[in-house]
């Protein structure tokens, strides 16, 4: 079946405007995640969603970064008043019921560059 | 807060050697432990994961858990010029839920 895919695939912006990031999950996939990549940072947690429990925003590094999900499926990453340290990949993944042990799955990545 | 740390390398063997990767974490707690493949440019897929100690095989792939040392390995036999990638270690959050992961040991296998 298909992968967990993201919308735009790259995105470049100004500093200090608005990007929105789309992830598509694995269909059937309850639990969402989104993740940063950073140059020499590594993968770090951003935010999790489970079904309709509210969402684990522990990893969000500040308030200018929020994320939705819409009918338990498609997810939004909103970064708003962009930094250059915001430059970097941010990847999705799904897993079947988000519990301990799961195999999570990554989509293909949107890389944001702010200039 | 969990931590996971993994050497940078780059780890560099002769195609058909054995490539050694090797992974600890801080929580003892920890049950879930993971090997994620990423090549340049492309996100991170899954190799092997693992819960119990010992080692666990798959093709070429084995992985080797020791809770008592918070140590976790990966072994790659028969190393192949298409295994040249980042591997990344991982293991579940506090709740269970999302990954730590280590910042990844760059491997190079020469033909």
């Known amino acids: 079946g298909a992968g967990v895919s993201q919308s735009p695939s790259n995105k470049v912006t100004e500093k200090g405007k608005d990007v929105e990031l789309r992830c598509d999950p694995i269909?059937?996939?309850?639990?969402l995640y989104w993740y940063r990549q950073s140059l020499g940072q590594g993968l770090e947690f951003l935010i999790y969603?489970?079904?309709?429990?509210?969402?684990?925003k522990s990893g969000l590094p500040s308030d200018r970064f929020s994320a939705e999900r819409t009918g338990g499926s498609v997810s939004t990453l909103t970064i708003q008043r962009t930094q250059q340290e915001d430059s970097a990949v941010y990847l999705c993944?799904?897993?079947?019921?988000?519990?301990?042990?799961?195999?999570?799955?990554f989509g293909p990545g949107t890389r944001l560059l702010v200039l | 807060q969990k931590e996971v740390e993994q050497n940078s390398g780059p780890l560099s063997v002769p195609e058909g050697a054995i490539a050694s990767l090797n992974c600890t974490y801080s929580?003892?707690?920890?049950?879930?432990f993971f090997w994620y493949r990423q090549y340049s440019g492309k996100s991170p897929e899954l190799i092997m994961s693992?819960?119990?100690?010992g080692d666990k095989e798959d093709g070429r792939f084995t992985a080797q858990l020791n809770k008592a040392s918070q140590y976790v390995s990966l072994l790659i036999r028969d190393s192949q010029p298409s295994d040249s990638a980042t591997y990344l270690c991982?293991?579940?959050?506090?709740?269970?839920?999302?990954?730590?992961f280590g910042k990844g040991t760059t491997l190079s296998v020469s033909s």
């Open positions: 993944a799904s897993s079947f019921q988000g519990g301990e042990g799961e195999t999570q799955y």
């Open positions: 269909s059937g996939h309850t639990a």
């Open positions: 969603f489970q079904g309709n429990s509210a969402p684990d």
């Open positions: 929580d003892r707690v920890s049950q879930s």
């Open positions: 693992i819960y119990s100690n």
């Open positions: 991982a293991v579940n959050d506090d709740a269970g839920t999302a990954l730590i």
